[in-house]
């Protein structure tokens, strides 16, 4: 039996490995602490060394010498330590420099140690654990000498895990070459989740979305379940409710389960994707930075595999950007296409039902779904989203002027490789007047709809929330009919310069910022996205979300969405031509 995992390891780590050992959750000897019982209650690791193993190994196949083999399990000790210490200068040290060194887990792959290190650094630490099996395989003919190294860990609070790494023997001593995690998965994250199921709820029929599953968002009428809009005392006091929403219902009845109901930013009032109670959902696609909201959770949900489809809502951009975020395919309906009956709102004037998924296949089949059986004739039959769609794509400057200039440069680019003909130039007019005028709408409607619970329930909200509620209810009345006056000003030039057209622009003002950016470098990105993104709203447009830009970032890129925006009631013949586009378009 092993003595302990952190018991013998590398100098650098003895002088304060107890004391770090023992703020892990790990006793002196290596062993869980069991933090719920109390501290003298501790699990002794279950590490049964096979009869022709070395001790602290479960099995090995290959020769190595006694020495090479003391400063691997050394090493390896010394790396298990420093991670259960969260020490990110001793973490940086057991992985091998350079561009090619490998990090894998069941979210993402990084590729590079830079890349491995910042997003440690943004981690924080692991759950404590103890290795129950480690064995060990030597890599005949490597030169350098390598191992692999293949684990069985135990966290804590139950569950398993496994990890591989390929340890190589570099001037400097052992490290890390490649590394695969798989960690014990949580019965359900509450990042992405608020309830979920196997499935939460069954289908209502067969159809096209058979096997299919939906991640619906926590501002949906689920019948059962209470609708909770990402705030825990709204959700406490919420009554169940009897029946599906509508947009629900359809996707039920077209053959998809619901597996369950995902998070949203607080009453869907953010683009972020972060929440002061649920957390921030994973970003599969840039680990390390957020995921994009207010349709978090199911953008989560469907970029992680966890779901076929993300059911969610867009104001101002609360499908888009998530989908730019994590290279989702994506589309904000017509507003008023989709019913909303069974939606809980936050400005009606904006609000409209859409979906994201991987593929724009899946896009389409939940849209007829949804639209009905007509919707999936030919463009111009008019039924559902399926209005006549005039050809020719158009650009305003202005709207890209506020990208960053990554992103202006992946979308010039992309826009030269249009095979669909000339792109034209067009001036939208004063666009910082339309989206002072759409947020001073936005603002007054969402204190229309939830000032008198906020106001009964100080607290309740995150800062930035909280914030953008109370400036809506400074709104006045005067304010607002200028604004609306305004807004139909702008939807009326829009309609008359568009001409049927399709107009281009990126999905978000940048690619997804980090985890630990500001709260002032968010609203910055926040408000350079609602810009553009407030266009569609102004308008009532279609838009769809495609991940067809990538721009540089920390380790690799990063994607970006490109958007197109049509006319009122194309919302089909608008996917069918994005998706067009992404075939052509030069790889």
């Known amino acids: 039996m092993v003595e302990g995992w952190v018991d013998d390891f590398e100098a650098q780590f003895a002088d304060d490995a107890d004391a770090r050992a023992v703020r892990a959750g790990m006793g002196p000897d290596g062993e869980v602490v069991d933090e719920e019982a109390g501290a003298d209650v501790v699990r002794e690791p279950v590490f049964a060394a096979g009869d022709d193993a070395p001790e602290g190994v479960t099995s090995i196949d290959g020769v190595l ?232 959770g199911p953008a989560s949900a469907v970029a992680l595999g966890q779901a076929t489809i993300g059911l969610g809502t867009d104001t101002g951009g609360s499908i888009r950007v998530p989908a730019s975020y994590q290279g989702l395919w994506g589309i904000r309906t017509t507003h008023g296409s989709v019913s909303a009956r069974g939606l809980l709102p936050l400005a009606p004037t904006f609000d409209t039902v859409g979906w994201l998924t991987r593929t724009p296949e899946v896009l389409r089949a939940a849209a007829v779904a949804t639209f009905g059986a007509g919707a999936g004739a030919a463009a111009g039959a008019g039924a559902g989203g399926s209005a006549a769609l005039e050809s020719g794509f158009v650009v305003c400057a202005d709207l890209v002027a506020g990208c960053t200039p990554e992103v202006q440069e992946a979308f010039d680019h992309v826009t030269d490789e249009l095979v669909f003909g000339l792109v034209d130039q067009v001036d939208l007019g004063d666009l910082d007047a339309v989206f002072a005028a759409f947020r001073t709408v936005q603002g007054a409607e969402a204190w229309r709809q939830h000032g008198a619970w906020i106001s009964e329930h100080p607290g309740a909200l995150g800062p930035d929330i909280a914030e953008r509620f109370e400036t809506g209810s400074r709104v006045t009345a005067a304010e607002e009919d200028a604004a609306r006056a305004l807004l139909a000003e702008a939807r009326h030039r829009f309609d008359e310069v568009l001409a049927g057209r399709v107009l281009l622009l990126p999905s978000a003002s940048s690619s997804a910022p980090a985890l630990d950016a500001s709260a002032e470098v968010i609203a910055s990105v926040r408000a350079a996205t609602l810009r553009m993104t407030s266009v569609a709203g102004a308008g009532g447009y279609p838009a769809v979300s495609a991940p067809l830009l990538r721009v540089p970032a920390p380790g690799g890129t990063a994607p970006v969405g490109l958007c197109f925006i049509g006319p009122r009631g194309t919302d089909l013949p608008l996917l069918d031509l994005a998706t067009s586009v992404a075939t052509h378009l030069t790889p």
């Open 65 to 296: 010498d006694d020495e090479t083999l003391d400063e691997l399990l050394r090493a390896l000790r010394g790396y298990e330590a420093a991670l259960m210490a969260n020490d990110l200068d001793a973490l940086d040290r057991f992985f091998a420099p350079g561009p090619a060194t490998l990090r894998g887990d069941t979210a993402a792959l990084l590729v590079g140690h830079d890349r491995i290190s910042a997003f440690r650094g943004l981690r924080g630490g692991v759950p404590p654990r103890s290795l129950t099996e480690v064995h060990l395989r030597v890599v005949a003919g490597s030169n350098p000498l390598s191992v692999l190294v293949v684990s069985v860990s135990v966290p804590a609070k139950g569950g398993s895990g496994l990890q591989t790494q390929l340890w190589t023997r570099l001037d400097t001593g052992w490290a890390i070459s490649a590394a695969h995690v798989h960690a014990a998965a949580p019965a359900v994250d509450g990042r992405i989740w608020r309830v979920a199921g196997a499935p939460l709820v069954p289908p209502a029929g067969s159809g096209p979305l058979d096997g299919m599953t939906v991640a619906v968002k926590d501002l949906f009428a689920v019948r059962g379940f209470a609708i909770g809009a990402g705030v825990p005392e709204y959700l406490a006091t919420a009554p169940f409710e009897n029946d599906d929403a509508d947009a629900v219902a359809a996707l039920r009845a077209s053959g998809a389960s619901v597996v369950g109901i995902a998070q949203t930013d607080e009453f869907a009032y953010s683009v972020a994707g972060r929440n002061v109670h649920s957390g921030t959902t994973p970003n599969p696609a840039v680990p390390g930075a957020i995921g994009g909201g207010s349709s978090s």
